[in-house]
């Protein structure tokens, strides 16, 4: 019998080193392939690592808290009083320059392999719809001869995992009402009485001196990544920044309106969907502001597809993800990813592939009653819109002063390849569809 020992995964994006948030298992648990062992912290979210292999849990090999380099062994998985499994011999290497390394964990025959780890260059099959527990008998996967066999893992987002952790429910006793057979979070409520889940316990800082006159956190994750980010966008590119400040009263009161309608009823609909919406359309007349300066190949790169960023301010720091073909969307289907978004970033559950590919960025200082500001680009854009809060003042309207709802539009575009014109033509388009949303029908 041997013990297989599960390596830190590059989860994407190029990862070098994660933190060990929390083990999800202890040792002696039995643990079936795909199941959840652990949360990482990479320097862009919060990632939960399935398991590659099924057996007991023999060690956890990194402590809660330490910051370990991809390919440390992280935890051994094997049958009691197993003996670790021998490395392979090495092949000679053959005369052609060597391939592509791939990913440090590859299950041993018998296991399957997870999406993520194992050969890169093998194909992947989409997994078939599962069917409802009322259609199929339960999937057994073989254990020990001593060992009753286990129920298949529930199929449910990570998301819903959490909660039903939290509220202590058992997903595998569940039957799914969500999409192919997924548990859905009604599902996972009304198991636990409608009951909300308890905070999660947030680690104190370290006090520097006794008398807590300081104190001291360590830049790591989000947040080192979000600061490296900053310092190479605003070295690197020539940052220009216009400012318009305009009266967006028609767009507060089309809020009003799309609100009252059945097909936004379920999502959140704020000023902020308008003005993506606004940004979307502009973007047509001026497609140099969704654009990437390629420095190594010194050429500009103008993006046919739109892969609008949200920034969005985390309790871990800074995270942009971003709506993938957003130029695509209807103005349901924008509202919807825009919720979906926003809802996963404040969990802290944004995945690296979800903030990579952006193209054009938004950021909604507003909702901090802040009037504008100076965003820096996103690295690999060349423009960042910033948002600022819709307040009641005095406007001239015709020859009265009435009292409008008034916003300030800031933009910050790179000055290599955008020049004033261009970024005040954008501009000024999305100030005149937000002041009357009307005249989208011209673009």
């Not at 339960?138 to 959490?162: I, M, S, Y």
């Not at 990544?225 to 070295?235: E, L, Q, T, Y």
């Not at 825009?338 to 559950?349: D, I, K, Y």
Request: glycine share 8%; net charge negative; aromatic share 2%.
């Amino acid at each position: 019998m041997t013990a297989h020992e599960f390596k830190l995964p590059d989860v994407g994006e190029g990862l070098t080193e994660a933190e060990i948030v929390a083990w999800r298992v202890k040792e002696g648990d039995v643990v079936a392939v795909n199941d959840i062992v652990v949360e990482i912290e990479t320097a862009k979210s919060i990632v939960e690592l399935p398991s590659p292999y099924a057996g007991h849990v023999l060690a956890l090999l990194v402590p809660e808290g330490r910051t370990v380099e991809v390919g440390t062994p992280i935890i051994r998985i094997g049958e009691p009083g197993a003996a670790p499994a021998a490395t392979p011999p090495t092949a000679p290497a053959a005369a052609p320059p060597a391939p592509e390394p791939i990913d440090t964990n590859i299950p041993p025959a018998g296991n399957a392999t997870l999406v993520g780890y194992g050969p890169k260059q093998r194909a992947l099959k989409r997994r078939a719809r599962k069917a409802t527990p009322d259609e199929v008998p339960a999937v057994v996967v073989p254990g020990p001869v001593d060992e009753p066999a286990r129920p298949a893992r529930a199929l449910a987002k990570p998301l819903v995992r959490r909660l039903a952790r939290d509220l202590g429910v058992d997903l595998t006793t569940l039957a799914p009402t969500g999409p192919q057979g997924t548990v859905s979070k009604e599902d996972v409520l009304a198991a636990a009485g409608g009951a909300a889940p308890a905070a999660r316990p947030v680690a104190a800082p370290v006090a520097a001196d006794p008398a807590g006159r300081e104190t001291r956190e360590p830049i790591k994750g989000v947040r080192k990544n979000m600061a490296a980010a900053m310092v190479a966008s605003a070295s690197t590119a020539p940052h220009v920044t216009e400012w318009v400040t305009i009266d967006a009263t028609a767009t507060v009161e089309l809020v009003a309106r799309l609100r009252d309608r059945r097909e936004l009823a379920d999502v959140k609909v704020s000023p902020l969907l308008v003005v993506a919406r606004a940004c979307l359309l502009a973007l047509r007349r001026t497609p140099l502001i969704n654009s990437t300066w390629d420095e190594a190949a010194q050429e500009v790169v103008v993006k046919h597809y739109v892969n609008l960023g949200i920034a969005a301010a985390t309790p871990r720091g800074l995270v942009v993800p971003n709506i993938k073909d957003a130029h695509a969307l209807s103005l349901v289907e924008l509202a919807e990813a825009l919720e979906a978004l926003t809802t996963t970033a404040r969990e802290g559950r944004t995945q690296p592939a979800d903030m990579a590919g952006g193209s054009f960025t938004l950021t909604n200082v507003g909702v901090f009653g802040v009037d504008g500001g100076t965003p820096i680009i996103n690295p690999g854009e060349s423009a960042i819109l910033c948002l600022g809060a819709i307040r009641p003042r005095p406007w001239v309207v015709g020859d009265q002063v009435l009292p409008r709802q008034v916003m300030t539009l800031s933009l910050s575009f790179d000055h290599r390849h955008i020049d004033g014109a261009t970024g005040s033509r954008f501009l000024a388009d999305v100030a005149d569809l937000v002041a009357d949303p009307a005249t989208a029908l011209l673009f």
